[in-house]
């Protein structure tokens, strides 16, 4: 592999890893030859980096239960893998929630909290302690996980449009703070995922259109140019580009992942 796209032996944190798009996301940092640690508040996560492990039997890393609306949960996370390999070169905050909220006006305050919590303030903790971090070794990649929802409002859907909107923000502002140590900050827009979020509202809208679940899949996927749905490995490889040489000059963008479903 060549060095300016390989990531072999760097060390890489991903939170909202237990199933789904991040799962995915781990195990290819995994295949590509990361020391990868895995954070996330589901229990199942730790079954998920053993399966990776099996698959990969020289993958170096742990997983480690973590609630990102925790500051202490994310900031022991970063300290417990310094301790362990000496430094963070990948940090991928990728935790998050969905939760119907219906309109602005029908929205309960513990809702927006709930989802405020993960989504914005999840990551923000993610990239302050990451950024701490690779301050001190002056290097590094912190890579968000946004949303078109973030860029365009939608309607019933303004607290999570939101906090994603808010991670954008951040992220391009963080970008500009960590320039002067060599550390690259992005943000990655996925469209619709292969994923146990995404499923759940593929069944409600069925449910509301009175077709079958298979048939929803179909009507989505007429709505993406390259026809299939987005992957952990999709996420993935965009990761590995910002942290390998070939994507050090990459920085402050909102990077859409989404198989040209939105261009915004």
Known sequence: MSEFTSVE????????????IGAGAARKLAE?????????????????FAEIKKDNPGLKGFAKIVDVSKEADVKAIVEETVEKYGRLDIMYNNAGIHIETGNVYETPEETIDKILGVNFKGMFFGCKHAAKQMKKQKSGTIVNTGSFF????????????????????????????????????????????????????????AEKRGISFEEM?????????????GYGKDMAGAVIWLASE????????LIN????????
């Open 150 to 205: 973030g860029k365009v409002g939608h309607a019933e859907s303004a607290t999570y449009g939101a906090s994603k909107g808010a991670v954008h923000t951040m992220t391009q502002a963080l970008s500009l703070e960590m320039a002067p140590f060599n550390v690259n900050v992005n943000a990655l827009c996925p469209g619709l995922a292969a994923s146990e979020m995404h499923w759940a509202f593929v069944e409600a809208d």
């Open 246 to 253: 070939a994507g050090s000059y990459v920085t402050g963008q």
């Open 217 to 229: 899949k179909e009507v989505e996927l007429e709505d993406i140019p390259l026809s299939r749905y």
């Open 32 to 48: 590509e030859g990361c020391i990868v640690v895995m954070g996330d508040i589901k229990d199942k996560v730790k079954e998920t």
């Open 9 to 20: 032996g760097k060390v890489a944190i991903v939170n909202g890893c237990a199933q789904g």
């Open 257 to 264: 992942v989404n198989g040209g479903l939105d261009f915004s």
